[in-house]
């Protein structure tokens, strides 16, 4: 089937050449977590395929994720929660960018970096942890007690 046009412009790829672009990705050799990537979204492969757990696996070998859990402080955040403080020179400025970032590069909550996360942000929520930024300067969005 040939490619549809939408808006008389826009060319919509078939399916078929989704599935050969993702193929030829992956003849790349590319980095673990585009390798997982596509074969998880692009290629749609099931979860139990050998070929998808394996990539699962090597995910943690990237240096995308190296960065990630390097960046992470041992309470499981990546500093302030929202909002950045910009004399801190960190290639993830918030907790906020952090957990999304994680979930980017195919990590799921039993990983150990979003693990660690998601029990800082629940201490966050619970009280059980201090809010770390500063007071909002804007009176409809209470961030202190």
């Known amino acids: 089937m040939p490619n549809e046009r939408l808006a008389g412009e826009l060319m919509i790829p078939n399916l078929a050449q989704i599935e050969e672009l993702g193929t030829r990705i992956l003849g790349e050799?590319?980095?673990?977590?585009?390798?997982?990537?596509?074969?998880?979204?692009?290629?749609?492969?099931?979860?139990?395929?050998?070929?998808?757990?394996?990539?699962?696996?090597?995910?943690?070998?990237?240096?995308?994720?190296?960065?990630?859990?390097?960046?992470?402080?041992?309470?499981?955040?990546?500093?302030?929660?929202?909002?950045?403080?910009?004399?801190?020179?960190?290639?993830?400025?918030?907790?906020?960018?952090?957990?999304?970032?994680?979930?980017?590069l195919g990590l799921n909550g039993s990983h150990p970096v979003l693990a660690a996360a998601a029990k800082y942000v629940a201490d966050v929520l619970t009280g059980a942890r201090d809010f770390p930024d500063p007071a909002e300067k804007n009176e409809r969005w209470r961030t202190e007690a």
């Open 29 to 104: 050799q590319p980095d673990p977590v585009v390798r997982f990537r596509v074969l998880r979204d692009v290629l749609q492969k099931p979860s139990r395929d050998p070929e998808l757990a394996s990539a699962r696996g090597q995910v943690t070998e990237s240096h995308w994720v190296a960065e990630l859990r390097e960046e992470q402080r041992p309470d499981g955040s990546w500093g302030r929660f929202h909002s950045a403080d910009t004399r801190a020179k960190r290639r993830i400025p918030t907790t906020e960018a952090g957990v999304p970032r994680a979930l980017a």
